[in-house]
């Protein structure tokens, strides 16, 4: 597909797609409405970047960060530029907010710049195949599967925990610890995404031990905000909600919420016991410490890179792993069993 398509399917000049393309004033709204609306129906991508093709090989690796605010991607990040940067490859990186799409950008950055492969460092757990035809390189989703999307388990390639099953093991350490009612902080229990595993990981661990569901005690944040789960927390606690212990989806969710139980007078962990999944290194150094299961993010940084340059280089093709976390005893959980 190129400018040339676009402008005939629309019925209109080259140069007024690329007038809505640069995003100029000069275009009817009656046009503009129907260049971006065939844009999006073939996916299409501008080429921004011509005179690069005069390069006979590009070296560069891509990565797309979704969420640009959020500290468990810091050694991630660290990992991949150093293990790129060793194999003779240049990092190219963008980091783009929590709602924009990873895929169009990485898209994008493949023309641009010419990528020879792609890692995505967060996203969506529900990709189809359509979704994912801009691509025309290798890819690995790293930090992330995608459980609730169509693609072909053997046709993309994912470095993640299994976040289901560590939430299950995160609740029922708080169950080991004589807990009983059980408090759940996720961003939300339907968004198909990280949250959702987690949540369903938290549903399945009171099942197994014989406790109740109750709706009173899962509270949604909306997003993994620090502050958003602070808020939600605060709120949940002025409605009365009572309970032991929480399992907090991320460390930074669990730290939010604990300023909340503290500013309601609840001791952690005298009151209320906190655990959560990542291993960020903040969470080793706030007050009490808390009780994580950690993430290997190194490890996971280091294998992504593996497999995207084992396929750019034809030496193997996409791969799943799994990676597994570790428990950080921190001073936030209190056995009262």
């Known amino acids: 597909m190129t400018i040339k398509d676009i402008a005939r399917q629309c019925g209109v000049s080259v140069s007024t797609v690329s007038r809505v393309l640069n995003d100029r004033p000069d275009v009817s709204p009656e046009n503009r409405r129907k260049v971006l609306s065939a844009i999006q129906r073939s996916n299409y991508i501008p080429n921004n970047t011509a005179r690069d093709l005069v390069k006979t090989k590009s070296d560069a690796i891509g990565l797309v960060v979704r969420g640009v605010s959020n500290p468990f991607y810091t050694d991630i990040i660290r990992v991949i530029e ?4 060793a194999r003779g490859y240049t990092l190219v ?10 895929v169009k950008r990485g898209a994008m950055m493949e023309r641009e710049k010419r990528l020879r492969g792609l890692i995505l460092l967060g996203g969506r757990s529900d990709y189809t195949p359509q979704e994912l035809a801009p691509l025309n390189i290798p890819y690995v989703c790293c930090s992330y599967d995608n459980q609730y999307g169509t693609l072909p388990p053997d046709s993309y390639a994912s470095v993640s925990i299994a976040d289901e099953e560590e939430a299950c093991r995160a609740v029922t350490e708080l169950y080991r610890c004589g807990h009983r009612r059980i408090a759940a902080l ?11 595993l987690r949540y369903q990981g938290y549903v399945r ?3 197994a031990h014989g406790l109740p569901l109750e709706q009173e005690l899962v509270i949604e944040a909306g997003s993994f905000d620090i502050r958003q789960s602070y808020l939600a ?3 949940r606690l002025l ?11 991320s460390d930074n969710m669990a730290i939010g919420a604990m300023r909340a139980l503290r500013e309601a007078g609840r001791r952690i962990p005298e009151d209320c016991s906190v655990i959560a999944i990542d291993g960020l290194t903040v969470s080793d150094y706030i007050n009490p410490t808390l009780t994580t299961l950690c993430q290997p993010m190194e490890h996971m940084g280091r294998r992504s890179v593996e497999i995207l340059l084992d396929m750019v280089e034809h030496r193997g093709g996409p791969i799943r792993e799994t990676a597994h976390t ?3 005893t921190g001073e936030s959980v209190r056995d009262i069993s």
């Open 82 to 85: 150093e293990q790129v940067t």
């Open 93 to 102: 990186m963008q980091q783009i907010g929590t709602c924009d799409d990873e």
């Open 186 to 196: 996720v961003s939300g229990t339907e968004d198909r995404s990280i949250s959702q």
């Open 205 to 207: 661990a009171l099942a």
């Open 233 to 235: 927390m605060q709120r």
């Open 239 to 249: 409605a009365g909600a009572q309970f032991t212990a929480l399992f907090a989806i």
């Open 326 to 328: 570790t428990l950080r």
